[in-house]
């Protein structure tokens, strides 16, 4: 069996790619991905501005565009190649229905990152998005940030799909976790039907090593042990979330559970397994989102059986690593920095693909 499908087959855990493009999408190599096992998509501004700075494919689309503001021809060209990449994978999300706690084949279209402090601006642009993609498998992405959570429990009422991104921390996660069912509650008493509301929450990984690392000593068994300790610690708090008698009631009605979803799952240090952040975080009713070279890694060199989630003893271990962090090393001040440098990242690669479309735009050829 092809080692991605044994992912979701064996051991319940979707394997999503961190990618889309436009070439993708016409030369059938997303089609080809889903034929190897990849069940959902995720997209960020970082990966839409490598595409659109990388690729002809979108020269033509832009040169056709009425709209002379670049943020309008991204919107629409962002909503097309997300539209035409839940048709790829609408087979996986149709097959998916009755299968067990979720539905898979999702593609997820993020908000601006401008807005991610704005509650309210957040809410009318999921709004807007949904409709204008008009597919059920699609997956709004709001980060997870204070105006994240008020907005992300309000679209959520609204019954619409919401990919939660940027989780750095556990408590965060479990404010994820809250506005998440108090969302499907608002769903339940608006009449929605709570079979159709799909939600991830994406808990960034390998990001976590990477900046706690430096703060060890050179010396300590810690390194790069940290990330996947939360991991375990967050699958743990899902676990006890989705057992509470609020959960119940809503999985009773027929809701979906909202999967944790791994994300940051590269290894950026090369002293590392180059799938460090996959193979040992495989469980049930998860996914992992990867890019281009740890999907094709995973694929052809993944071992899920040596998950270190799926056995209780091994998780309850790796998560009390989190007890032997360094007093002077605050988890807290780490996490917060990261959330605030993935907004930041964001937005900054979200200004760098609209200069990228305005000298599209500009250039002497159109």
Not at 225 to 253: C, F, G, M, N, S
Request: aromatic letters at 6%.
């Amino acid at each position: 069996m092809n080692t991605l499908i044994r992912y979701s087959e064996e051991f319940g855990q979707s394997p999503w790619v961190d990618n889309i493009r436009r070439d993708w999408l016409d030369d059938g190599t997303l089609a080809a991905l889903v034929e190897t096992g990849v069940r959902g998509v995720t997209s960020n501004p970082s990966i839409f501005a490598k595409a659109f700075a990388t690729s002809s494919a979108y020269d033509a689309a832009v040169a056709e565009m009425g709209s002379k503001d670049p943020e309008v021809i991204f919107e629409a060209l962002a909503v097309r190649d997300v539209r035409d990449a839940c048709d790829v994978l609408e087979g996986v999300y149709t097959s998916s229905e009755g299968r067990g706690r979720y539905r898979d084949g999702f593609v997820s279209l993020e908000v601006s990152p401008r807005l991610a402090h704005d509650s309210a601006a957040t809410v009318e642009a999921a709004t807007r998005l949904f409709a204008e993609v008009a597919r059920p498998n699609v997956m709004i992405k709001i980060p997870a940030t204070r105006a994240g959570l008020v907005a992300i429990r309000d679209v959520l009422g609204r019954g619409i799909n919401v990919n939660v991104t940027l989780i750095f921390s556990l408590e965060r996660y479990s404010e994820v976790l809250e506005a998440w069912t108090a969302g499907l509650e608002e769903a339940a008493s608006a009449g929605h039907d709570l079979r159709t509301i799909a939600s991830v929450a994406s808990f960034f990984v390998s990001r976590v090593d990477t900046a706690i690392d430096p703060l060890l000593d050179e010396t300590s068994p810690l390194r790069g042990q940290l990330a996947v300790a939360q991991v375990a610690a967050a699958y743990e708090i899902y676990q006890e979330w989705v057992a509470t008698p609020r959960v119940a009631a809503l999985l009773d009605a027929g809701a979906q559970v909202q999967r944790p979803l791994w994300a940051s799952t590269s290894t950026k240090n090369p002293a590392y397994e180059e799938l460090l952040y996959v193979d040992s975080l495989v469980a049930p009713e998860t996914v992992n989102t990867m890019p281009d070279a740890t999907l094709n890694q995973a694929a052809h060199h993944g071992h899920p059986e040596t998950s270190r989630l799926l056995d209780p003893v091994t998780r309850a271990k790796t998560a009390g690593l989190l007890n032997e962090i360094p007093a002077a090393v605050s988890l807290a001040e780490v996490t917060q920095r990261l959330e605030d440098e993935g907004v930041a990242s964001f937005t900054a690669a979200y200004d760098e693909l609209l200069d990228t479309i305005s000298a599209k735009l500009n250039s002497p050829t159109r």
